[in-house]
């Protein structure tokens, strides 16, 4: 059996654990979005894949599924202004 001194260090050891892994996560999340940032205005300066991913020094791959993501974020946006915003305007143009 454990005693309570020490099953408290081992929930505060797995406790801290959690924590440095979420802190991981988050700054690898953050990382991944500033680069796709760079990556969207790369692709706006006409860069293709191979000129971002030397540009960026990352592997061209990476570079490709960056502009997938893009791609679906952008799609998810446009469908999500259609669902909302747009039926709203199109009501009210018509009187409604």
């Known amino acids: 059996m454990y005693s309570t001194k020490s099953a408290r260090k081992c929930i505060n050891i797995t406790f801290t654990k959690i924590i440095l892994h979420k802190q ?10 500033d680069r796709r ?5 790369l692709l706006a300066q006409s860069m293709n894949e191979t000129e971002i991913a030397y540009e ?23 469908y999500d202004l259609a669902n909302s915003d747009l039926a709203y305007y199109y009501k009210q143009c018509q009187g409604g």
């Not at 991981?24 to 979005?33: A, N």
């Not at 960026?56 to 952008?74: E, G």
Request: hydrophobic share 40%.
């Open 37 to 41: 940032r760079k990556v969207a205005t």
């Open 56 to 78: 960026l020094n990352v592997n061209q791959s990476t570079i490709s599924r960056d502009i997938n993501a893009l791609k679906k974020l952008s799609q998810r946006f446009v």
């Open 24 to 33: 991981i996560l988050v700054t690898h999340k953050f990382k991944i979005e």
